[in-house]
């Protein structure tokens, strides 16, 4: 581990991008909530969240924040549209 105590704060942002495509037909069925699986929307946030809280499992010396949470985050599809 590194010793951190003496660094200076800095101020640190992260922009992260992505994308998920499928069928109109697919995403409409979404939309309506006629999948009959149940809610897509609804498990894919919870699954969202789940995942970024575990992504400093996966790198090494990672801070726990939303790594990970942003691919799980697109299946969430916060903002459903097409594209």
């Keep these: 581990m590194v ?7 800095t ?3 992260a922009t992260a991008l992505g994308s998920v495509v499928m069928n109109d037909a697919t995403l409409d069925r979404i939309e309506r909530g006629e999948v009959e699986k ?4 609804a498990v894919a946030r919870v699954a969202a969240i789940q995942a970024a809280k575990r992504t400093s499992d996966w790198i090494p010396m990672c801070h ?3 790594l990970s949470g942003v691919d799980v985050a697109l ?9």
């Design 3 to 9: 010793d951190v105590t003496r660094k200076k704060r």
């Design 11 to 13: 101020r640190r942002e």
């Design 38 to 41: 149940g809610e897509v929307l």
């Design 64 to 66: 726990p924040l939303a």
């Design 75 to 83: 299946v969430a599809g916060r903002a459903p549209a097409r594209i």
